[in-house]
């Protein structure tokens, strides 16, 4: 690449001595014309200078977007993933032909109608039926654009189907936190943002039994099944953040007060991708992309895609919330303690058992104080 | 500024002018009412802010395309930003990008571009003695001047000046404690937003005012240039848009000093839950956009609107689709207002909403695309003159089309899901909006810098810049598409945190090497532009044979504009090259009766309304009482 940059430079310097060359005769015919007529200084020059930038730039601008195509969008790994990038293709070849068909005109017209001495230019004001085309054609391809991306959009953003693996994932400055809807239920428990401390990061509102078998996933990675729906209900403790999954064509912002979701199916194990790049050391990458901080641009997890068994061993070996912190079982309802104890240790049920003020915290609503 | 004021007061001898007093310094240059002067005040105002803007740029594109660079040299400018292993401040990185874009979009694009040429444009080319209120004028000028004030304050503050992106999304921008920039920064961030938002609007109702109540005898609608069409909308869009840009500032204030919880619910931040309930930070979001979009088009207008009227003058032929250009602008112009949303696809909102929006937004491609296919026409069997303020206009349609484009994609809201927030959207608005309304911002200063300042800027240098800028601007944003469909994201500090960003190292190197090329060539420009206005060749009367009213003025206009009578019109502005006229251009001015050898069958029609259009009233805010 450092040899472009020398190239381009290249073509600038010359560029920058042609023009000066040519500025020392203007400056000379300056000081001695003094008529009323302004002189079309460098006229030829520049009608050249459109053709030739239309040729080298149309050529530079070929030559890169081969060379750097190897890297455009990464190796899509989810289905919706690839229709997209099958549209989007689409839709930049299409958009080539404008681009192309203008931009000549443009550069071409400026160099072949450059002014010349005694030529007259025509006097076409208008002409209804070439208008008529011009609006026609492009309103066609909106037309076409716009429909086959509506409906690849409201396929993506649909509801998830009813078997889709929750996982909850919560962005704060500068790190994303994931919760697991555990391994009976596939629901999360309810959470309110007045219950969130030190330890109970996401405030799991644990008067609700759906949130006993709950479990915090690791910080080095984001574990999900391959070939099987997922649906990340997404959440924001402080601003605003934005999942975002380059491989998996996913991007949803994360909105305190506002939950949001994206479901996706990953269909290509962090194993597959790395036989298929030929890289031992790839791996899933989440970022975020939404201004959030000083620490924006690391703001970022792993992701670890493999197949359902392996996952749903990895998900059983998690220690659910309550069995990590047992002191939360004082929060648990009387009625309900019966109910979290299976997922307590053994050891560790005294310190919280008659404990009975918990529980009072309303749950998810939230109320003026 | 001596030349100025030498060839104006040898002027003022002269002048026999019914209204005329002698003013002082400050009424004259400072105070002044006179819409000229303002036009020239937020000519040199945005031209400074230009250049710390695009100095923040450059800075950055350091940081983004030499990572690893030792930055010290800077440490005299901006001091503790600066670590002392010579490293840029992260927080400081993102400061520069949100001024970068407070600026360059606020600052230089709206006020700069509007301010002077509406300002300028808008009397001398309907035939007006001045604004509606000149004093309203004056104002509208010093409120700029005082959000100026403000915006630059804050740049030096211990903290940093505001830093949560130019759209300024709460709760980041609510929250003081969320970082350094959302303190004092976007507190004066805010205020100095108050007082510009009150500048536009008191220039907003004056350019609409104006260009409605004191247009000349004859000057019709369908008579006007389309620059001044340009203006009227754009102004339309201004006064219909930032008060709700206006609220949601004050808004914001309240969320921030008072207590209030519009944009703010369920908060957790530095160990505490925040008291703040049930708002909602997507609809600071809808207001900021319902503003953003329309601002796009208040920032593209006036530039179209300038190219409309250099390209159709350097072709020597009329506008292509006189009416369409106008029927075009005005369908943009509706069409800004219900499209905010496509840049929320992602947010949250509801999927529904974004088919809706989506739909909208690519019907904008199609008053667009007749735009750019009617400038085509129009260089079509022209006879080009390649005066600076041409090439800048021809280099304007090219990069409007080349921009606009891409925007097709990112309206597409399935596609937009991996595009919103990288590189790809920063290239297509930088094309689209950024490099095309600057475009049209060069090329009204080269096309109407001998009626500012009475004298020529060096075409040679001119066209050298054209061509530094034009081959710049591309070499900066084409390979920009192509880091952002790698995905790689906006506003990072650096991309070595990332597996799938450890690539296109050369690219963004190729990208800042092509954005301190183009920064150069901007002193070629600086450079040309202060020189003329002492030492540039005496303008002659009509230097580019146009055929707007302006031209009819003395070269260096005094206060009212015209000598005795303002003129009357009696054709639309584009008579280049009409068959069997003697000469290729026939002014405004010029009543059919005396151009019967080259006058088409409906106009010789019209030869019998000239009466009537000189039985007029004339209109002369300066006779009536006032």
């Given at each position: 690449?450092?040899?472009?940059?020398?190239?381009?430079?290249?073509?600038?310097?010359?560029?920058?001595?042609?023009?000066?060359?040519?500025?020392?005769?203007?400056?000379?015919?300056?000081?001695?014309?003094?008529?009323?007529?302004?002189?079309?200084?460098?006229?030829?020059?520049?009608?050249?200078?459109?053709?030739?930038?239309?040729?080298?730039?149309?050529?530079?601008?070929?030559?890169?977007?081969?060379?750097?195509?190897?890297?455009?969008?990464?190796?899509?790994?989810?289905?919706?993933?690839?229709?997209?990038?099958?549209?989007?293709?689409?839709?930049?070849?299409?958009?080539?032909?404008?681009?192309?068909?203008?931009?000549?005109?443009?550069?071409?017209?400026?160099?072949?109608?450059?002014?010349?001495?005694?030529?007259?230019?025509?006097?076409?004001?208008?002409?209804?039926?070439?208008?008529?085309?011009?609006?026609?054609?492009?309103?066609?391809?909106?037309?076409?654009?716009?429909?086959?991306?509506?409906?690849?959009?409201?396929?993506?953003?649909?509801?998830?189907?009813?078997?889709?693996?929750?996982?909850?994932?919560?962005?704060?400055?500068?790190?994303?936190?994931?919760?697991?809807?555990?391994?009976?239920?596939?629901?999360?428990?309810?959470?309110?943002?007045?219950?969130?401390?030190?330890?109970?990061?996401?405030?799991?509102?644990?008067?609700?039994?759906?949130?006993?078998?709950?479990?915090?996933?690791?910080?080095?990675?984001?574990?999900?099944?391959?070939?099987?729906?997922?649906?990340?209900?997404?959440?924001?403790?402080?601003?605003?953040?934005?999942?975002?999954?380059?491989?998996?064509?996913?991007?949803?912002?994360?909105?305190?007060?506002?939950?949001?979701?994206?479901?996706?199916?990953?269909?290509?194990?962090?194993?597959?991708?790395?036989?298929?790049?030929?890289?031992?050391?790839?791996?899933?990458?989440?970022?975020?992309?939404?201004?959030?901080?000083?620490?924006?641009?690391?703001?970022?997890?792993?992701?670890?895609?493999?197949?359902?068994?392996?996952?749903?061993?990895?998900?059983?070996?998690?220690?659910?919330?309550?069995?990590?912190?047992?002191?939360?079982?004082?929060?648990?309802?009387?009625?309900?303690?019966?109910?979290?104890?299976?997922?307590?240790?053994?050891?560790?049920?005294?310190?919280?058992?008659?404990?009975?003020?918990?529980?009072?915290?309303?749950?998810?609503?939230?109320?003026?104080? | 500024?001596?030349?100025?004021?030498?060839?104006?007061?040898?002027?003022?001898?002269?002048?026999?002018?019914?209204?005329?007093?002698?003013?002082?310094?400050?009424?004259?240059?400072?105070?002044?009412?006179?819409?000229?002067?303002?036009?020239?005040?937020?000519?040199?105002?945005?031209?400074?802010?230009?250049?710390?803007?695009?100095?923040?740029?450059?800075?950055?594109?350091?940081?983004?395309?030499?990572?690893?660079?030792?930055?010290?040299?800077?440490?005299?400018?901006?001091?503790?930003?600066?670590?002392?292993?010579?490293?840029?401040?992260?927080?400081?990185?993102?400061?520069?990008?949100?001024?970068?874009?407070?600026?360059?979009?606020?600052?230089?694009?709206?006020?700069?571009?509007?301010?002077?040429?509406?300002?300028?444009?808008?009397?001398?080319?309907?035939?007006?003695?001045?604004?509606?209120?000149?004093?309203?004028?004056?104002?509208?000028?010093?409120?700029?001047?005082?959000?100026?004030?403000?915006?630059?304050?804050?740049?030096?503050?211990?903290?940093?000046?505001?830093?949560?992106?130019?759209?300024?999304?709460?709760?980041?921008?609510?929250?003081?404690?969320?970082?350094?920039?959302?303190?004092?920064?976007?507190?004066?961030?805010?205020?100095?937003?108050?007082?510009?938002?009150?500048?536009?609007?008191?220039?907003?109702?004056?350019?609409?005012?104006?260009?409605?109540?004191?247009?000349?005898?004859?000057?019709?609608?369908?008579?006007?240039?389309?620059?001044?069409?340009?203006?009227?909308?754009?102004?339309?869009?201004?006064?219909?848009?930032?008060?709700?840009?206006?609220?949601?500032?004050?808004?914001?204030?309240?969320?921030?000093?008072?207590?209030?919880?519009?944009?703010?619910?369920?908060?957790?931040?530095?160990?505490?839950?925040?008291?703040?309930?049930?708002?909602?930070?997507?609809?600071?979001?809808?207001?900021?956009?319902?503003?953003?979009?329309?601002?796009?088009?208040?920032?593209?207008?006036?530039?179209?609107?300038?190219?409309?009227?250099?390209?159709?003058?350097?072709?020597?032929?009329?506008?292509?689709?006189?009416?369409?250009?106008?029927?075009?602008?005005?369908?943009?112009?509706?069409?800004?207002?219900?499209?905010?949303?496509?840049?929320?696809?992602?947010?949250?909102?509801?999927?529904?909403?974004?088919?809706?929006?989506?739909?909208?937004?690519?019907?904008?491609?199609?008053?667009?695309?007749?735009?750019?296919?009617?400038?085509?026409?129009?260089?079509?069997?022209?006879?080009?003159v390649f005066t600076p303020g041409m090439l800048f206009s021809i280099g304007l349609v090219s990069l409007f089309v080349s921009g606009g484009l891409t925007g097709i994609i990112l309206g597409n809201s399935a596609l937009d899901i991996q595009l919103h927030d990288t590189?790809?959207?920063?290239?297509?608005?930088?094309?689209?909006?950024?490099?095309?309304?600057?475009?049209?911002?060069?090329?009204?200063?080269?096309?109407?810098?001998?009626?500012?300042?009475?004298?020529?800027?060096?075409?040679?240098?001119?066209?050298?810049?054209?061509?530094?800028?034009?081959?710049?601007?591309?070499?900066?944003?084409?390979?920009?598409?192509?880091?952002?469909?790698?995905?790689?994201?906006?506003?990072?500090?650096?991309?070595?945190?990332?597996?799938?960003?450890?690539?296109?190292?050369?690219?963004?190197?190729?990208?800042?090497?092509?954005?301190?090329?183009?920064?150069?060539?901007?002193?070629?420009?600086?450079?040309?532009?202060?020189?003329?206005?002492?030492?540039?060749?005496?303008?002659?009367?009509?230097?580019?044979?146009?055929?707007?009213?302006?031209?009819?003025?003395?070269?260096?206009?005094?206060?009212g504009n015209w000598e005795g009578e303002i003129p009357a019109v009696y054709r639309w502005s584009y008579d280049y090259s009409k068959p069997g006229a003697k000469e290729d251009f026939i002014p405004q001015n010029i009543p059919y009766s005396q151009t019967l050898e080259?006058?088409?069958?409906?106009?010789?029609?019209?030869?019998?309304?000239?009466?009537?259009?000189?039985?007029?009233?004339?209109?002369?805010?300066?006779?009536?009482?006032?």
């Open positions: 690449m450092y040899y472009i940059i020398a190239l381009v430079a290249l073509v600038f310097v010359v560029l920058t001595g042609i023009v000066i060359a040519r500025l020392q005769n203007v400056l000379k015919s300056f000081k001695s014309a003094d008529t009323d007529e302004i002189k079309h200084t460098g006229n030829r020059f520049n009608g050249a200078m459109f053709l030739v930038v239309l040729i080298v730039g149309g050529a530079a601008v070929l030559w890169s977007y081969l060379d750097a195509r190897s890297e455009f969008l990464p190796v899509a790994s989810s289905i919706h993933g690839r229709r997209t990038d099958d549209l989007f293709w689409f839709s930049m070849g299409v958009l080539t032909i404008p681009f192309i068909f203008v931009n000549v005109l443009i550069f071409f017209f400026s160099w072949k109608y450059q002014y010349k001495k005694g030529n007259t230019a025509s006097f076409y004001p208008d002409n209804h039926k070439l208008e008529l085309i011009w609006t026609i054609i492009p309103a066609i391809v909106m037309a076409l654009l716009v429909f086959t991306g509506w409906r690849a959009w409201s396929d993506i953003t649909g509801d998830a189907p009813q078997d889709a693996e929750v996982i909850e994932i919560t962005g704060k400055q500068f790190n994303w936190i994931t919760r697991y809807s555990g391994v009976n239920d596939n629901q999360l428990g309810n959470y309110d943002y007045r219950l969130i401390d030190a330890q109970n990061e996401v405030g799991i509102d644990l008067s609700d039994e759906n949130s006993f078998d709950d479990f915090m996933g690791p910080a080095s990675a984001i574990h999900i099944p391959v070939n099987k729906p997922v649906l990340l209900k997404i959440r924001a403790r402080d601003v605003l953040h934005s999942v975002f999954i380059p491989h998996m064509r996913v991007k949803m912002d994360a909105v305190p007060g506002m939950p949001t979701k994206f479901w996706f199916v990953a269909d290509k194990t962090t194993a597959d991708m790395r036989a298929e790049l030929n890289d031992p050391n790839f791996n899933y990458e989440l970022a975020c992309t939404e201004i959030c901080g000083m620490g924006h641009f690391s703001m970022g997890t792993k992701i670890i895609v493999e197949d359902e068994a392996s996952y749903r061993k990895w998900c059983a070996e998690q220690a659910t919330f309550l069995a990590t912190y047992p002191e939360y079982l004082a929060k648990v309802p009387d009625n309900l303690k019966a109910k979290a104890m299976k997922y307590v240790p053994e050891g560790s049920v005294t310190a919280a058992a008659d404990s009975t003020t918990a529980g009072s915290v309303g749950s998810g609503t939230s109320s003026l104080r | 500024m001596s030349a100025i004021v030498g060839a104006e007061s040898i002027h003022e001898h002269a002048e026999v002018h019914e209204h005329h007093h002698s003013q002082n310094f400050w009424q004259k240059y400072i105070f002044s009412e006179d819409h000229k002067m303002i036009a020239k005040q937020y000519l040199i105002t945005g031209i400074v802010w230009a250049v710390i803007g695009i100095s923040m740029s450059v800075i950055f594109r350091i940081q983004l395309g030499m990572p690893d660079s030792n930055l010290s040299w800077l440490k005299p400018i901006l001091g503790q930003w600066i670590s002392d292993s010579g490293k840029l401040d992260p927080n400081f990185f993102l400061a520069l990008v949100t001024m970068h874009g407070t600026i360059m979009v606020f600052f230089v694009l709206t006020a700069g571009l509007s301010g002077t040429f509406s300002n300028f444009l808008i009397p001398l080319q309907i035939g007006a003695r001045d604004m509606a209120s000149g004093f309203m004028n004056m104002l509208s000028y010093w409120f700029f001047f005082l959000a100026s004030i403000i915006m630059f304050a804050s740049i030096f503050l211990q903290t940093g000046p505001a830093a949560g992106g130019w759209v300024i999304y709460p709760p980041l921008s609510a929250l003081p404690q969320s970082h350094p920039g959302s303190g004092m920064g976007m507190t004066l961030w805010l205020t100095s937003m108050a007082f510009f938002i009150v500048s536009q609007l008191l220039g907003g109702i004056n350019y609409i005012t104006t260009v409605i109540n004191l247009r000349t005898r004859g000057m019709s609608f369908d008579r006007l240039p389309l620059t001044i069409w340009a203006f009227l909308i754009t102004a339309v869009l201004g006064l219909i848009s930032f008060p709700v840009l206006l609220s949601s500032v004050l808004l914001l204030i309240m969320d921030r000093h008072f207590g209030t919880s519009f944009y703010l619910s369920d908060i957790y931040i530095n160990g505490e839950a925040l008291p703040n309930v049930g708002g909602s930070p997507i609809l600071f979001q809808h207001l900021f956009w319902f503003l953003g979009h329309p601002e796009v088009y208040i920032v593209l207008l006036p530039g179209l609107g300038i190219t409309s009227e250099v390209i159709a003058t350097n072709a020597r032929k009329p506008i292509f689709g006189y009416r369409a250009m106008i029927a075009s602008m005005l369908g943009i112009a509706f069409l800004a207002f219900i499209v905010w949303a496509h840049h929320m696809f992602v947010t949250g909102m509801n999927p529904f909403l974004g088919s809706v929006f989506m739909f909208l937004t690519l019907i904008i491609a199609v008053p667009s695309a007749v735009k750019g296919f009617n400038y085509i026409t129009t260089l079509w069997r022209g006879n080009i590189y790809f959207v920063v290239a297509h608005f930088h094309l689209v909006m950024g490099a095309a309304s600057a475009f049209g911002l060069f090329a009204g200063v080269y096309h109407w810098f001998p009626k500012m300042f009475g004298r020529m800027m060096n075409p040679t240098l001119g066209q050298l810049h054209f061509w530094m800028t034009f081959i710049g601007i591309y070499a900066i944003f084409i390979p920009m598409h192509y880091v952002g469909i790698a995905g790689f994201p906006r506003r990072y500090y650096q991309f070595t945190s990332y597996d799938f960003t450890h690539k296109f190292m050369d690219m963004n190197l190729f990208i800042t090497s092509a954005a301190i090329f183009s920064f150069t060539a901007q002193f070629i420009f600086l450079w040309n532009f202060f020189y003329s206005i002492f030492k540039g060749k005496v303008a002659p009367q009509n230097p580019w044979k146009s055929n707007t009213l302006e031209w009819t003025t003395p070269i260096i206009p005094g206060h080259s006058n088409f069958p409906h106009e010789n029609e019209l030869i019998a309304s000239e009466k009537d259009i000189e039985a007029q009233n004339f209109n002369d805010q300066f006779k009536s009482a006032h």
